[in-house]
């Protein structure tokens, strides 16, 4: 088992999809949203992930292969 | 003495003990240094200061460390007028702070230094970065005067000056193919699978104090005052938020007055995502893909850019940037009226005060601090085209016949 914390950046597209939801569900992670910040047109969320190592790397690939950047948790992009 | 108390969780004021770590626990904010001022305040005066070393080691009660730093001779470079760029560019008070000058032709100096002093209290005996060069040289030779072992990784395509100033130190190099951005996220699993150090990553809130060094020594050498304007170049934002928390740090402390200096973040055009926010004039700093010659200063996704822009706004300042030729004619104009040999950064810098002076954000009195934070000898080769010289015979009348010189008698005996 491998603990990951992670930032996803959306593009506008993405918004309003339930990515992180189903992340969970086809990857077997556990999702846990640390802090967020999502307006109408863009937003990030950065969230540890929970699971076994060869599942937090597929669903990142599979993040980032819908356009949303992955980057580690580190710093903000906001100051909420 | 060591005023600092604690890590403290710039978002929800979570404390953790002086260890290496970065992250909050509990929101995953990023950690600082917690000082107790009151205490620093009651002990440190200008004169005390000013009796120190002639290094940033004389502002040792402002920083996160309790015993003997690890010392290469960092700091205390040269606050010089430049009275040459100034009047073409139509500034009265222009200063440069020449911070080339570093034992590792870098400001990343500073920042390492405190770093690889509180890994080695912490007991680490291996150090790491993940580098767009200059801190790569600065980690390998610190590690070797503190007796450590070091590993530091940075995109494959850097400038080869960066690389065998590095490489001298003898530490083991890893050159990573994929830009920065990829780098870090490398090392960011490092350091969840090895128990190193990394030096911008787990020990990133000693690195981070550093670099406030940087600001303090501007005030002194104006005379313990803060200028009008400084300009700083920016990658990760991180230099630039502590220039400005330095200075306001001395405010607070009583040894200078208020602050009232302008903050410019300065970026190369090709790795611009602190400029691009605050031009859209939004708190969200947007991650790109850097492609510039300023290699140095190319973070796509900048840890502190929303803290950069924030203390750009805070302060009354802008966020430029500038096109890879003006980073060279920069690089040019800075070295033939100042003979300061930069490296892009430093272009950066010089290509945004030459607008900034000509569409007259910067006004001829005002005093302003350009700040040149590493050098052009790690990266000869943007400039090589410079290098056309004459070739001749060792004599006389070949020089005479191959050489114009103009208006001059020659010698009559
Ligand atoms: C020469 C030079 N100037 C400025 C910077 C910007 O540093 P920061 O990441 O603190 O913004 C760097 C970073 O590598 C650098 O090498
Ligand atoms: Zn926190």
């Known amino acids: 088992m491998g603990i990951r914390r992670v930032m996803f950046t959306f593009p506008p597209e993405r918004i309003d999809q339930p990515v992180i939801y189903n992340l969970g569900l086809k990857y077997n992670v556990v999702t846990n949203i640390r802090r967020a910040d999502v307006t109408a047109d863009r937003g990030w969320v950065i969230l540890e992930l929970e699971g076994a190592e060869e599942d937090i790397e597929g669903g990142l690939a599979w993040v980032a292969g819908l356009g949303i950047r992955v980057d580690p948790a580190a710093g903000d992009a906001l100051e909420g | 003495m060591s005023y600092a108390l604690s890590l403290r969780c710039r978002k929800c004021g979570g404390e953790y003990p002086l260890q290496a770590q970065n992250l909050c626990d509990f929101c995953f904010g990023p950690l600082d240094v917690a000082y107790d001022y009151k205490a620093m305040a009651a002990s440190l005066t200008r004169d005390k200061i000013a009796r120190g070393p002639v290094s940033m080691w004389r502002y040792a009660d402002l920083l996160p460390i309790a015993g003997e730093p690890v010392d290469l001779g960092t700091g205390f470079t040269p606050l010089t007028r430049a009275d040459n760029l100034g009047r073409l560019l139509g500034l009265e008070q222009l200063y440069i702070k020449n911070d080339c000058l570093n034992p590792t032709w870098s400001f990343k100096d500073r920042a390492v230094a405190v770093a690889v002093t509180k890994a080695r209290e912490l007991g680490f005996t291996t150090i790491a970065c993940a580098s767009t060069g200059n801190l790569a040289a600065s980690v390998a030779a610190h590690a070797v005067k503190a007796g450590l072992k070091s590993y530091v990784f940075f995109p494959s395509d850097i400038e080869q000056g960066k690389i065998v100033s590095t490489a001298i130190h003898n530490p083991t190099l890893v050159a990573v193919q994929g830009s920065y951005d990829k780098v870090n996220h490398l090392c960011h699993r490092l350091v969840e699978a090895y128990g190193w150090g990394f030096i911008n990553i787990n020990l990133r809130p000693y690195y981070a104090e550093g670099s406030k060094t940087l600001g303090y020594e501007i005030a002194e050498q104006l005379g313990w005052r803060s200028p009008d304007r400084i300009l700083a170049p920016s990658a990760s934002g991180l230099l630039f938020t502590r220039i400005w928390k330095g200075l306001n740090e001395l405010s607070m402390l009583g040894l200078i007055g208020p602050v009232n200096t302008h903050m ?45 822009l924030k203390a750009a706004r805070e302060s009354g300042g802008t966020a430029a940037s500038v096109s890879d030729d003006e980073i060279i004619e920069g690089i040019r104009l800075l070295a033939e009226t100042e003979g300061i040999f930069s490296e892009p950064a430093g272009g950066v810098v010089i290509g945004a005060l030459r607008k900034m002076a000509k569409s007259g954000i910067i006004r001829s009195q005002d005093v302003t601090v350009a700040c040149i934070t ?18 001749i015979e060792p004599s006389l009348q070949s020089f005479e016949s191959m050489v114009c010189v103009p208006n001059v008698t020659a010698a009559s005996d």
């Open chain 2, 374 to 391: 590493g050098s052009g000898l790690k990266t000869q080769e943007i400039v090589s085209d410079s290098v056309r010289p004459v070739t």
């Open chain 2, 264 to 308: 410019h973040c300065v970026q190369a055009a090709g790795s611009s995502p602190i400029v691009n926010a605050f031009e859209n004039g939004t708190l969200h700093v947007l991650p790109v893909e850097p492609q510039t010659i300023a290699k140095s200063i190319a973070v796509g996704n900048p840890a502190d850019g929303n803290y950069a």
